[in-house]
């Protein structure tokens, strides 16, 4: 009923910079809360970013000054527009979104399939 596409991903060098996207579509009442997350194999996936529909911005504390998170409600979708990108960025990120599908109260929380974000020289 609700799919995340992802895009944007992946490979730039130490410093560069990468604009990911993430469209949610389907039948869609509200989305509250879009975010980002990584993960990388072996490690706990973590939350990078994540945006209310209020404007609330969180930032995982490795990824402030660098990376920034806006969406764009009309469009239902999340942006993070990654600069200085060090090896450390390099994961598979994905999109989430905490929404309502349908009508208020049909509540789901929704993910992508990921987007492979490589930093590497």
């Known amino acids: 009923q609700v ?3 992802e895009s944007g991903g992946g490979l730039v060098q130490p410093g560069g910079s990468l604009r990911l996207s993430c469209t949610a579509s389907g039948d869609i009442y509200q989305i ?3 975010g980002w997350y990584r993960q990388v194999p072996g490690k706990q996936r973590e939350l990078v970013a994540d945006i209310t529909d209020g404007g609330r911005i969180n930032y995982a504390e490795s990824v402030k000054g660098r990376f920034l998170i806006s969406r764009d409600n009309a ?3 999340v942006y993070l527009q990654m600069n200085d990108l ?3 960025d390099t994961a598979v990120y994905y999109c989430n979104a905490d929404l309502d599908y349908f009508s ?3 509540q789901m929380d929704a993910w992508g399939q990921g987007t492979l974000v490589t930093v590497s020289s």
């Open 75 to 77: 469009k239902n979708t």
């Open 3 to 5: 799919q995340l596409v």
């Open 104 to 106: 208020h109260g049909d």
């Open 86 to 88: 060090k090896p450390e």
């Open 32 to 34: 509250y809360n879009m």
